[in-house]
């Protein structure tokens, strides 16, 4: 029998998927927050609208906007506190992991999707656990890998997942540095809603009529929480220690140097602080404008839910991040708002220096300086770059694009394999293999990458007071022994005298 060409074998593929397009996949997303995640919701609504999909979320709390949205779309969704905060937290990290592998097992999900590291750990190995049988991990950004032990921690377990969904090429390129296969690896961007960014249906927010300014105010707008800064830690990628991710200070330390040449200019800080120690760095930000004398200039404009508007009226959209994905800019060049953003992680996916925008170094006033003037000195240009941008966030960038591709993919690794899945014994013995594998990662993440660079130097520099220490009380001891005799003897004399 002659064997099979590709062509028929690419034909039978096809028809597979075909077929198995028409079955309706029961998928679950989990994400460690109750906030922000607006990409998790909007995945899952399109893919139960658009390809009839049966979705689920799991989330970290009962209580926040991640819920509200949640409930508004009508998203079932489950509650497993998934925390690492303290060492008590990260005691009850196999209870949470047991608890979620009954909840797939019960359920009997065809898809696992994570995001967010802390849920990603959980996730991938519950679902490892309980036999789901796709199981991804959809990478919001490359913190995480930029870090020294949230890298290996993955590169560890990396192998219980069926594939990983970097969302920009610079995710992608980690990812194959800690050596995973090109097969397990698929490129799909997180993209919003392009409905919601039509610049010919949205209405500019008139901001600048808002606060009083004459109608050819150039106007600088930044949308992006204030993250706080972290601190020194194996934790947190080198590049962002003490510093905010989103660089809101660098954009502030630019802003005289465009005042120069624009005195008028307007710049506009869109977003709220991320929690209360982001509030906490708003408020710094806002000490360092003062002390810069920007009070007039720079404008925090809080949460605003047209922040669509707003970069349908500015004249450009900057993002300062230090590390980010796309971030911010997807937005801002569907709208067409010419945009400078840093030469970092998923942002030069999007901004193609010259060709839909402008890149410029990160941390670096004097140069964000230069490629906001470049915007604002030559506007027919700038306003070319914007146009250029959105066409390309339409053809990549979308999620529409993004839906369509993870639904691809679910059914390309959900029907490639003709084992039967959610098998008990393959749970019970992934349960005993699980064990020593928690142990190890618990061994490395608290005595290896905490107790010995950080407890383990402040014990050994105490051990060279051991030895003043013991001196002085041995000395008091001796002392002490002294007195201890004289008064003995005191005693002796007297009772002599007496007798």
């Known amino acids: 029998m002659g064997k099979p060409s590709n062509q028929n074998i690419s034909s039978d593929a096809s028809l597979k998927i075909e077929r198995a397009s028409a079955i309706k996949l029961r998928v679950c997303h989990v994400a460690s927050t109750v906030e922000g995640a607006k990409w998790m919701v909007e995945q899952l609504r399109d893919l ?9 979320a799991i989330v970290s709390g009962e209580r926040g906007g991640l819920i509200d949205m949640l409930r508004a779309e009508g998203i079932p969704y489950h509650v497993e506190y998934m925390k690492f905060g303290s060492l008590r937290e990260m005691l009850q990290v196999p209870r949470a992991i047991l608890r979620m592998a009954l909840f797939f097992r019960r359920e009997r999900f065809d898809v696992v999707q994570t995001h967010l590291f802390f849920s990603m750990l959980i996730g991938r190995i519950a679902a490892w656990l309980a036999d789901v049988p796709v199981r991804l991990a959809m990478i919001p950004g490359p913190f995480h890998l930029e870090a020294h032990i949230s890298r290996w921690i993955d590169r560890a377990t990396g192998w219980m997942e069926t594939a990983f969904i970097p969302s920009c090429v610079h995710t992608l390129r980690l990812y194959k540095e800690i050596g995973v296969a090109d097969d397990r690896l698929s490129l799909i961007y997180y993209g919003p809603d392009e409905r919601n960014f039509i610049p010919e249906e949205v209405l500019p927010a008139n901001i600048r009529a808002e606060y009083g300014w004459p109608a050819d105010t150039p106007l600088i707008a930044k949308v992006a929480y204030f993250y706080p800064p972290l601190p020194k830690s194996r934790w947190v990628p080198p590049v962002i ?74 004249d450009v959209a900057v993002q300062a991040s230090l590390t980010d994905n796309p971030a911010g800019t997807v937005e801002a060049l569907l709208m067409e708002c010419p945009t400078v953003a840093t030469r970092v992680g998923g942002m030069v996916d999007t901004v193609r220096d010259g060709e839909t925008g402008v890149l410029v170094n990160p941390s670096d006033p004097d140069d964000m300086a230069r490629g906001i003037l470049q915007m604002l000195r030559d506007r027919e240009r700038a306003l070319s770059l914007g146009r250029a941008g959105r066409k390309l966030m339409l053809d990549r960038f979308t999620l529409h694009r993004a839906v369509k591709d993870l639904h691809e993919l679910y059914l390309r690794l959900r029907f490639r394999r003709k084992r039967n899945f ?24 608290l005595f290896v990458d905490t107790y010995i660079p950080v407890y383990l130097p402040i014990h050994l520099a105490r051990l060279r007071y051991i030895p003043r220490r013991l001196f002085y009380r041995v000395r008091f001891l001796l002392s002490h022994a002294r007195g201890v005799a004289g008064r003995g003897r005191s005693f002796l004399r007297r009772l002599y005298k007496n007798s």
């Open 48 to 56: 139960r609208d658009h390809y009839g999909c049966d979705v689920t």
């Open 241 to 314: 220690q003490e510093r905010g991710v989103k660089g809101h200070e660098y954009l502030v330390r630019a802003a005289p140097l465009v005042l120069n040449e624009f005195p008028d200019a307007k710049f506009l800080l869109v977003g709220p602080g991320w929690f209360e120690h982001g509030e906490k760095h708003r408020e710094e930000i806002k000490e360092l404008v003062r002390t810069l004398g920007l009070e007039e200039s720079v404008i925090f404009v809080g949460y605003r839910k047209d922040a669509n508007r707003i970069l349908r009226e500015a």
């Open 422 to 445: 959610y098998n008990p014994p393959v749970s019970l013995w992934r349960l005993i293999v699980a064990i020593p594998v928690c142990c190890y990662l618990c061994f490395r993440v």
